[in-house]
């Protein structure tokens, strides 16, 4: 009988590193949901942020189909691709996927504002009424850093220090380096 080698490597300093990095340098990600309706699993394109913790925060329209999947259920994925790298065979790219809890937050200004800084052409929308931020509590997380190099992550993996969240937010609510 041969023995089956597990791929999955001891989550490490440098897979947290990465898994963080790719967080805080998203300004996009793919979303999954589940459709109300059917059960049938929903992926969508999101603009997406940090807050101060390096949870992922979007902010979705309340007209769109992911956004109604949210409220029926809030159990949702995020995969996070590395755009930093152009070039190559993109399966060997580095990649995360977040299992998240979402729940919708309150915006204050200040948060509006750091958004809209990141992301100047969302001042189009943001102001409209349906439009709301959502935070994507991770609860658990797969790293696949490139071939070779996949990791099971913990929330405290993906997120920033514990000492970093304990300071927690910053004024906007969105992380410092985002406003």
Known sequence: MTKKLDPIRPTDDEARALARRLLAEMRHAVLGTLDPETGTPLVTRIAVQIDGTGTPVALLSGL???????????RAGLLVSDDSVAKGDVMAHARLSVLAQAEQI?????????????????????????????????????????????????PDDMLKSKDARQQQLSPSGLAPQQM
């Open 106 to 154: 309150e915006a204050t200004p200040e948060m509006r504002d750091a958004w809209v800084g990141q992301d100047p052409k969302s001042k189009v929308y943001i102001g409209l009424p349906d439009f709301r931020f959502w935070r994507l509590v991770p609860q658990s997380g797969l790293l696949n850093g490139g071939f070779g190099r996949a990791f099971k992550l913990s």
């Open 64 to 74: 769109a189909a992911h956004t109604r999947a949210l409220i029926a259920d809030p």
